[in-house]
C-alpha cells in the first residue's frame, strides 16, 4: 500500500514587520503541522536563509531551529524537511523595518487664535523615523489618518497619537503609539455664569502649567476699567466684580502670553432669564 503524507504547512503571514525600538521580546516563529493534523516540530528539520533589504543574499545567516529572533529588516526564507518523508516545502516572509515615532513640539506647527476657532496643527514628518506612520487626534484607539494635518481644531490641551499603519490592529500591538500634547491657544466667545455647571467661567484655553503659564489676562468693562487681572492656570472669571455679579453684556480683555505674543478681543456674558 501506499501512504501519502501531506507536505508541512505553515502558521505566518507572508509580511510582517519588525520593531527597532525596542527590538520585540519575542521571535518570529513558523508554526509547522505534521501528518496527524497536530503540531509536533521534533519531526521536521529548519534551513534558513536571508536576503537583505538591498536584495543581497546574506551569506552570515544561517539557522536551523523552528524559531529564529528577527532582529532586522529582509526576506527570510526557511525549508522545511519531514524527517521521516524527506519532503519538504519552503516559506518566504518579507521582513519591513519600522519604530516607535519619534515626536517633540519642534515637529508641530499650530496655527491658532483664529477669529473662528479654524485652528490648524500640522505634523513635520521628517524626522518622526522609518515608520508608515498614521495619526489620530485625542484617540488613542482611532480614528486614524493618512495626512499629519488636523483642522478646524478647538482651542484646549490635544493630544496627538502615532503610530505605524502596517504594524497596528490594536491599541497596544506592534512598535508602540508615540503621544505628544499640544497647546492651541483661543478663547470662548461667550459664557453663561447661571449655576448650572455649564460653561460657568471664562478663560483663555491651551494655557496649562507647561503651556504658557507665565502670561497674563486683564478683564475690562466697556468704558476701559479692569475688573480682573486673571490667572491663566486658574479656572477662569465667574463674572463677578468686588464679590457683585456684573451685567449681561460684552466684556474685554488683553491677554500677554509667555511665549511673546499679544492679543486682545471681547466676549459676551449672557445670563438667564
Request: net charge negative.
Given at each position: ?23 520585540p ?10 501528518w496527524?493534523?497536530?503540531n509536533?516540530?521534533t519531526?521536521?528539520n529548519?534551513?534558513?536563509s536571508r536576503?537583505?533589504?538591498n ?11 523552528e524559531?529564529i ?10 525549508i522545511?524537511e ?8 519552503s516559506?518566504s516572509?518579507?521582513?519591513?523595518e519600522?519604530e516607535m515615532?519619534?515626536?517633540?513640539l519642534d515637529?508641530i ?9 479654524t485652528?490648524?496643527i ?7 523615523g ?7 487626534l ?11 494635518v488636523?483642522e478646524s481644531?478647538?482651542?484646549g490641551?490635544?493630544?496627538?497619537y502615532?503610530r505605524d499603519k502596517?504594524?497596528?490592529?490594536t491599541?497596544?500591538y506592534?512598535?508602540?503609539i508615540?503621544?505628544?500634547?499640544v497647546?492651541v491657544?483661543g ?6 455664569p447661571?449655576?448650572d455647571?455649564?460653561?460657568?467661567t ?8 507647561d503651556?504658557?503659564a507665565?502670561?497674563?489676562?486683564y478683564?475690562?468693562?466697556?468704558f ?6 486673571l ?11 468686588l ?8 466684556y ?15 466676549f459676551?456674558?449672557v445670563?438667564?432669564n
Amino acid at each position: 500500500d501506499f501512504v501519502v503524507n501531506p507536505l508541512p504547512s505553515f502558521d505566518i503571514d507572508d509580511e510582517i514587520v519588525v520593531c527597532l525600538n525596542p527590538l520585540p521580546d519575542n521571535p518570529l516563529e513558523i508554526g509547522t503541522y505534521n501528518w496527524n493534523g497536530g503540531n509536533d516540530p521534533t519531526i521536521y528539520n529548519y534551513s534558513w536563509s536571508r536576503v537583505d533589504l538591498n536584495g543581497a543574499q546574506d551569506t552570515a545567516y544561517s539557522e536551523t531551529t523552528e524559531t529564529i529572533k528577527v532582529d532586522k529588516g529582509g526576506v527570510y526564507t526557511v525549508i522545511v524537511e519531514d524527517a521521516i518523508t524527506f519532503c519538504t516545502r519552503s516559506k518566504s516572509i518579507t521582513v519591513t523595518e519600522s519604530e516607535m515615532a519619534n515626536i517633540s513640539l519642534d515637529d508641530i506647527t499650530v496655527e491658532d487664535l483664529t477669529n473662528d476657532n479654524t485652528n490648524t496643527i500640522t505634523i513635520d514628518t521628517l524626522n518622526l523615523g522609518i515608520g508608515d506612520y498614521e495619526f489620530s487626534l485625542d484617540e488613542a484607539f482611532g480614528p486614524y489618518q493618512d495626512e499629519p494635518v488636523f483642522e478646524s481644531v478647538k482651542p484646549g490641551i490635544h493630544t496627538i497619537y502615532i503610530r505605524d499603519k502596517n504594524s497596528y490592529y490594536t491599541y497596544d500591538y506592534g512598535c508602540g503609539i508615540a503621544q505628544i500634547d499640544v497647546s492651541v491657544i483661543g478663547y470662548r466667545k461667550y459664557f453663561t455664569p447661571n449655576g448650572d455647571g455649564v460653561n460657568e467661567t471664562w478663560k483663555i484655553l491651551g494655557i496649562r502649567s507647561d503651556f504658557n503659564a507665565g502670561s497674563k489676562v486683564y478683564i475690562f468693562d466697556r468704558f476701559g476699567k479692569l475688573l480682573k487681572q486673571l490667572d491663566p492656570l486658574s479656572n477662569g472669571w465667574d463674572g463677578t466684580y468686588l464679590g457683585k455679579p456684573m451685567p449681561a453684556t460684552d466684556y474685554w480683555f488683553r491677554t500677554f502670553l509667555q511665549d511673546g505674543r499679544e492679543f486682545k478681543g471681547h466676549f459676551s456674558l449672557v445670563r438667564g432669564n
